[in-house]
């Protein structure tokens, strides 16, 4: 049987969620179909080399398209090259597909939050996903959550859904390894106190909730810390924006733009909360993420968050600073606490890894 993957989240230099669940599936992958041809197709506009070493059965195809690769280049590569069977990581199925094609599915945030997407964002988005329901033999959702919106919003038979947990990786090795050190910024941001926010700074990640809250913490509980925003601008940037503008403690709210993975992990590593209370999570990786540093999280008590979470993270009404507020001072307040927290999410992040997430997807390539 000849396996193509579609390869072209996975390696680019800047990953986010979707990007590094292509990695790291990929990347764990190779244990379990070792002996098998597998095609990995990659994109050249914007796929950098794998860092590591693949199967002498495996081989990696380059797909050059200046625009649509998915469904002009991908879906003619399996016009004129077919393979037995076709996994995707990321959502997107091509056109022409095999008749054995399985896809993942990360959640469905645009028909939960549509306020935080544009028009023709939620348009495309809701096509291709549907598409890709109705063509894949098999689905893949991240999460129970996940599974229950698909069956509820579009119809997939729930015999058609396999649930299978991302995982979480090495994280506390990195971090004792972590680069994160070199610079005077980095040190400089290193000697605060703060409370932390990883991932894409848009409207669906309660941005400006977060910045309320910390303004109750800062005015009824008068801490010292700092806020740190850590990634790239989304959707609702200028409202964000303004909301820092606006804010009395502009200075103590600190953006740095998007990071690598080792500065990621040293700044997760010395915070004192990582708030994370957003409005829809197809999963919700931050939050394992922050518990396998050794972080308190406060995150929300919808969406996939409490199945991620459980009662190892605080979990908070998103739509409320006020108890994002509360939460996160108790976490910073109450030493006991605290580390109860923490000794519960070391636990939680037990139940999830790649390789446990990529030999269940193997499981289901090999018995098709």
């Known amino acids: 049987m000849i396996i193509g993957i579609d390869a072209s989240r996975a390696f680019q ?9 292509s990695y790291q599936v990929i990347k764990n992958l190779r244990n379990y179909l070792r002996d098998e041809q597998v095609i990995l197709y990659m994109n050249p506009a914007i796929n950098i080399k794998p860092d590591f070493d693949i199967p002498e059965k495996w081989k990696i195809k380059i797909l050059r398209a200046p625009i649509f690769w998915t469904q002009a280049r991908l879906s003619l590569e399996m016009l004129f090259h077919p393979v037995d ?3 995707v990581p990321a959502h997107t199925v091509p056109l022409i597909h095999p008749k054995k094609t399985f896809v ?20 495309y988005m809701r096509r291709v996903i549907k598409n890709s329901c109705k063509w894949a033999k098999r689905i893949i959702a991240v999460s129970e959550n996940t599974k229950k919106d698909l069956m509820k919003l579009y119809k997939v038979s729930e015999e058609k859904i396999k649930v299978i947990y991302e995982g979480v990786g090495d994280i506390e090795l990195k971090a004792q390894s972590s680069k994160f050190k070199a610079t005077a910024q980095n ?3 290193l000697d605060n106190r703060y409370l932390l926010f990883v991932g894409r700074l848009e409207k669906r990640k309660n941005i400006q909730g977060i910045i309320e809250a910390f303004e109750i913490l800062k005015d009824k509980h008068n801490i010292s810390h700092k806020l740190y925003l850590i ?9 964000i924006k303004n909301k820092i503008a606006n804010s009395k403690y502009k200075e103590d709210i600190i953006l740095t733009g998007y990071v690598n993975d ?9 915070a004192d909360v990582f708030l994370f209370p957003t409005f829809y999570e197809g999963f919700g990786l931050p939050i394992l993420e922050a ?18 979470a459980g009662d190892s993270a605080v979990l908070v009404d998103p739509n409320s600073p006020d108890e994002i ?9 109450n030493e006991s606490y605290k580390n109860d927290i923490i000794e519960k999410g070391y636990n939680n992040t037990k139940r999830f890894s790649w390789e446990k997430c990529a030999k269940e997807i193997s499981n289901i390539i090999q018995i098709c």
């Open 262 to 270: 080792e500065d990621k992990l040293g700044l997760l590593k010395k």
């Open 291 to 308: 518990q396998s540093v050794g972080i308190p999280v406060v995150t929300s008590n919808i969406s996939s968050m409490p199945e991620i």
């Open 104 to 123: 993942t599915i990360h959640g469905l945030e645009y028909e939960f939050c549509p306020k935080a997407y544009s028009f023709w964002q939620r348009f």
């Open 231 to 239: 990634g790239k601008y989304g959707y609702g940037k200028e409202n």
């Open 13 to 21: 230099k800047n990953k986010t969620g979707i990007e590094e669940y």
């Open 325 to 333: 507020a509360e939460a996160a001072y108790k976490l910073i307040s």
């Open 187 to 189: 040190s400089k941001l």
């Open 85 to 87: 069977l076709l996994f």
